[in-house]
């Protein structure tokens, strides 16, 4: 626990030179720095990625008091992609994905079956129709009549 009184004492003379330097080029550095900056990339993170940083601070939290070093461990080695995660991916814009992804799943599904029943139907209407018609327009047809000089072996070996 060496590093909260370091912590401690770098944050007051951060506060100490923000406020006696105030005027100055180092002053004008200080807040450029420490203040405009953070507030600047601060003020362009939206609701949602606020919520999923609170969220891996609560995972890291959990991991701190349920394992005690080792999950501090395990946590300072998951942190930098979950963060990295948290930030590039706003939470409520991959939880919108997954619902629409489902949806035009359910949607192109939908469609299929009703595209498959259709044809299924089409197939079985088609097939007892056309049963029905040939067992109705089929004749029986009369035996041609032989013409008396019709030759029945045929034309022969005629390239031979």
């Known amino acids: 626990m060496r590093i909260l009184p370091v912590l401690l004492i770098s944050v007051l003379l951060i506060g100490f030179g923000l406020t006696a330097c105030d005027q100055g080029p180092v002053g004008r550095f200080l807040r450029r720095r420490l203040v405009e900056t953070p507030a600047r990339l601060l003020s362009n993170l939206s609701r949602g990625q606020l919520l999923g940083l609170t969220l891996v601070l609560l995972l ?15 946590f300072s080695m ?37 595209r498959i029943l259709r044809r299924v139907c089409q197939t ?15 004749r029986r047809r009369r035996p041609r009549a032989r013409h008396p000089d019709a030759d029945d072996a045929g034309p022969g070996l005629v390239f031979a």
Do not use: H
Not at 60 to 74: D, M, N, Q, V
Not at 79 to 90: C, N, Q, R, S
Not at 126 to 136: D, E, K, L, N, P
């Open 124 to 138: 079985v209407a088609a097939r007892t129709s056309a049963v029905g018609r040939r067992r109705r327009t089929r």
């Open 60 to 74: 890291g939290g959990a991991a701190a008091f349920l394992f005690e070093a080792e999950g501090l461990r395990l």
């Open 78 to 114: 998951a942190a930098p992609e979950l963060t990295t995660w948290v930030m590039v991916f706003d939470v409520t814009v991959v939880f919108d994905m997954a619902v629409l992804a489902l949806t035009l799943q359910a949607v192109a599904s939908g469609r299929d079956l009703n």
